[in-house]
């Protein structure tokens, strides 16, 4: 299926690529099917990609695997919350959390209060409000992947 996107064009995508939210993101929950996009074209490796929505173009948010910015991410999850995405395990488990990149590319932050949870073998997921009272919600990353980068 053809799918317009936000940063990348026209791409042609399979449905087993397609990641179904059953209560959409937060604050977007009319939208329900998303993909996730890397950009291949960079010449170094990215470890950001695009939570893509397939079905609103401009609706595209950034993402990132959490443990590359607080490598202790441990979040705490009542089960009753991830009931509808399948049998989850550490081989079917992704977490992801969006990112906030502004004009100022050193404020940059992370949602670490409400990551995104995929059941990558039923392609369901859903956005979730951790019960880890210290993750915050705009957590800045900017020192933490630069010192990554010249590590």
Do not use: H
Request: charged share 30%; hydrophobic share 40%.
């Amino acid at each position: 299926m053809l799918v317009k996107t936000r940063y990348f064009g026209e791409i042609d995508l399979t449905e087993e690529k397609i990641i179904t939210l059953e209560k959409g993101l937060m604050g977007f929950d009319e939208f329900k099917r998303y993909t996730i996009l890397y950009d291949c074209e960079k010449e170094e490796g990215t470890n950001i990609s695009w939570f893509q929505c397939v079905d609103e173009p401009s609706l595209a948010l950034p993402v990132i695997n959490p443990l590359l910015v607080k490598e202790d991410y441990n979040p705490v999850v009542e089960d009753e919350l991830l009931e509808g995405l399948g049998e989850i395990t550490e081989e079917n488990l992704v977490i992801l959390i969006t990112m906030t990149v502004p004009k100022e590319v050193e404020q940059m932050t992370v949602n670490l209060k409400a990551p995104i949870i995929i059941n990558a073998d039923t392609r369901k997921g859903a956005q979730i409000i951790v019960e880890n009272q210290d993750y915050e919600v705009k957590y800045k990353i900017y020192d933490i992947l630069k010192q990554k980068k010249e590590a």
